[in-house]
């Protein structure tokens, strides 16, 4: 789990601005996912990526987007378009060839 | 898609009791099932995982079992301690081909002293 990095930890951003989350690590992985967190709605998969240069919508992918131009990088772009983005995002990553996800420390992001 | 649910949201169990938290999915090409627990504010550990072709396994205090017939799996904590209070969390996925983990919307365990 050390090796999952979120920046920033807190985040504040007013209504209608863009704002980039950081997702980064050094263990290799080959996927990387990005989940929201809300209280009592458990973990909701937003996009996910299983090797460079590819990407997949998840279940919430409206009013995010996210790229992945290197291994160990998996950014996450919370745009204008996203009508209520105050959560608590996480990212993980999977090694390849197993099914464990490992969660990094998460970003909280608040929209004044 | 898959559906995984959790009940209740909240559980409350005397300290050196045990505690079971039971999860029923809904694809039944569903093949991993990991638990995680969240402390507050902090991120979501791995505790223990099962797959399909095991029925139950083992980790020191904590159990898993899986009944694939009734499409549910369930969490054994057992002496429970203080220190077992969190919200856990149970997923489901159909292995590494998708490997894309649907989770329950977790419980929170109280253990009181």
């Known amino acids: 789990d050390g090796g999952i990095t979120q920046s920033p930890k807190y985040l504040f951003r007013k209504e209608g601005q863009n704002v980039t989350l950081s997702c980064e690590q050094n263990?290799?992985?080959?996927?990387m996912y990005w989940y929201r967190q809300d209280p009592g709605q458990g973990l909701r998969l937003i996009y996910y990526s299983q090797i460079v240069n590819d990407f997949q919508k998840g279940d919430i992918a409206e009013g995010y987007s996210v790229s992945r131009e290197k291994k160990e990088s998996f950014p996450l772009t919370v745009t204008s378009a996203q009508k209520n983005p105050t959560a608590f995002y996480l990212c993980?990553?999977?090694?390849?060839?197993?099914?464990?996800?490992?969660f990094g420390p998460g970003t909280r992001l608040t929209v004044l | 898609g898959e559906n995984v649910e959790q009940h209740p949201s909240t559980l409350s169990v005397q300290e050196g009791d045990s505690a079971v938290i039971k999860c029923t999915y809904s694809?039944?090409?569903?093949?991993?099932f990991p638990w995680y627990k969240q402390e507050l504010g902090k991120r979501p550990q791995l505790i223990i995982d099962?797959?399909?072709?095991?029925g139950e396994k083992k980790d020191q205090r904590i159990a898993v079992t899986l009944n694939k017939t009734a499409k549910h799996f369930s969490l054994h904590i057992t002496e429970t301690q203080p220190e077992d209070s969190a919200v856990y969390f149970c997923?489901?996925?159909?292995?590494?081909?998708?490997?894309?983990?649907?989770f329950g919307k977790g419980i929170t365990l109280s253990v009181r002293p």
């Open positions: 997923a489901a996925s159909i292995g590494t081909a998708n490997s894309k983990l649907t």
């Open positions: 694809d039944s090409a569903s093949n991993y």
């Open positions: 099962i797959r399909s072709n095991v």
């Open positions: 263990l290799n992985h080959d996927a």
């Open positions: 993980a990553s999977r090694p390849g060839g197993t099914d464990t996800q490992y």
